[in-house]
């Protein structure tokens, strides 16, 4: 998903994380005994808009890397399946599901690079070993599903590029990650 991403785009990727996410819950109630507790935690957006920074700009930037590196035909048919949820949604799917009780649910923002100078809240002092952070982070996520699409000719030579855009974003923005974390009770 990108900021521009025609509605239906995120209409699909809305419905498959309500269809995942019922059902990773209906099987964790399975397992767990009544009134027995989970807690999750994930990143998600401080928005219920879908085009939010909080969710898009961290791959958009990805996305830019992999313009300046790939076929435009091997990138029109990528597809990196990752939905940031709104703190709504996951309390509406809960509900819906039904084998849970939201104990508590909270929202909290870390920076991109967990390492950066937590003091100053406006920009990075830092930028390329920050950009780096923040690269190295996305690539544990994503190389595999970026290797198995585009071959692993390109990986190191994207992700530098991609640290790069990052802290050249992180100098004129300190951007943050939305956190949900949730404890829940199985109902009786």
Request: aromatic share 12%.
């Amino acid at each position: 998903m990108a900021k521009a991403s025609p509605p239906n785009v995120f209409k699909a990727y809305q419905e498959q994380f309500q269809k995942d996410f019922s059902l990773f819950l209906r099987l964790r109630s399975e397992e767990i005994i009544q009134g027995g507790r989970v807690v999750f935690t994930f990143i998600s957006r401080s928005t219920d808009d879908p085009r939010s920074k909080d969710c898009c700009l961290i791959w958009e930037l990805l996305a830019k890397s992999l313009l300046d590196l790939a076929a435009k035909a091997d990138i029109d048919t990528f597809n990196l399946p990752y939905y940031h949820p709104y703190e709504g949604e996951v309390r509406e799917i809960i509900e819906m599901e039904g084998s849970f009780d939201i104990d508590k649910l909270e929202t909290f923002a870390t920076n991109w690079d967990a390492n950066d100078d937590i003091i100053n809240n406006n920009f990075v002092f830092e930028k390329d070993q920050c950009g780096r952070n923040v690269a190295n982070i996305v690539r544990a996520a994503a190389e595999p599903m970026l290797v198995s699409h585009f071959g692993d000719d390109i990986t190191d030579e994207l992700f530098k590029r991609y640290a790069e855009y990052v802290g050249e974003h992180l100098c004129v923005e300190k951007t943050k990650h939305i956190n949900i974390v949730l404890t829940m009770t199985k109902k009786e």
